[in-house]
């Protein structure tokens, strides 16, 4: 009964391939995001969606692009990977009001050959 | 611009020992602030969080922090620490008005000898 869901867990992938990571959220949460956490463990935002609508976007490389066909559904799809996206990648949700706590999936750990 | 700072990389404590962990924020106004835990492989969970009223909260586990304005401070502790405890800790901060995005401290990896 997993509230956040991410899949694949691990994607290791070669240099300048397409991949993408997939989220989904049964909790009936309004936003969803996407953390990167690199390789000292450091978490770091990328997005937020809020009824998938585009709310928060950090300093992101234009590779990445993600989409929300619905709102509980936050998917994100990397062009053209370089090493420096090796990482693990986090989605997350949350109710969207003020201080609601973040609930994470288990981590998509992305390696670029 | 916020930042968190927790100072100690790695701590080893035994277990039934007490427990600190030490957490900095750097913030204008009173900042929305968390403490997550991560196990291997798995994703962050709450422990706790404060946003005002009582400065001692507390949360899942037996964990408890206490926020200090003055020493802009938000230290995590647990009276006795279990082995399952081994982990890591991250000690976060947001913003009114966007408490979605989180800032993250580099992280305290928690080992727990027998």
């Known amino acids: 009964d997993t509230a956040v869901s991410q899949t694949p867990k691990y994607l290791v992938t070669q240099m300048g391939n397409d991949k993408s990571i997939k989220c989904e959220q049964n909790?009936?949460?309004?936003?969803m995001y996407w953390y990167k956490q690199d390789s000292k463990k450091f978490l770091k935002i990328m997005f937020s969606y809020n009824n998938k609508e585009l709310i928060i976007n950090e300093t992101v490389p234009n590779r990445f692009s993600p989409k929300s066909p619905d709102k509980a559904h936050l998917n994100l799809h990397i062009n053209s990977l370089e090493l420096g996206d090796s990482a693990v990648y986090f989605c997350?949700?949350?109710?969207?009001?003020?201080?609601?706590?973040?609930?994470f999936g288990n981590g998509t750990r992305l390696t670029v050959t | 611009a916020q930042s968190v700072t927790q100072p100690d990389i790695h701590i080893t404590v035994s277990e039934g020992a007490s427990l600190e962990l030490r957490c900095n924020y750097s913030y204008g106004a009173t900042p929305y602030l968390f403490w997550y835990v991560q196990s291997p492989g798995q994703g962050l969970q709450l422990l706790l969080k404060y946003f005002s009223g009582d400065t001692l909260v507390q949360g899942i586990k037996g964990f408890e922090a206490e926020f200090k304005r003055s020493q802009s401070s938000f230290n995590l502790r647990k009276p006795s620490v279990h082995w399952s405890d081994a982990a890591e800790y991250f000690c976060?901060?947001?913003?009114?008005?966007?408490?979605?995005?989180?800032?993250f401290g580099q992280g305290t990896t928690l080992q727990v000898k027998p």
């Open positions: 976060a901060v947001a913003r009114s008005g966007n408490t979605g995005k989180l800032i």
């Open positions: 909790l009936g949460h309004d936003t």
């Open positions: 997350a949700s949350s109710q969207g009001g003020e201080g609601s706590p973040l609930h």
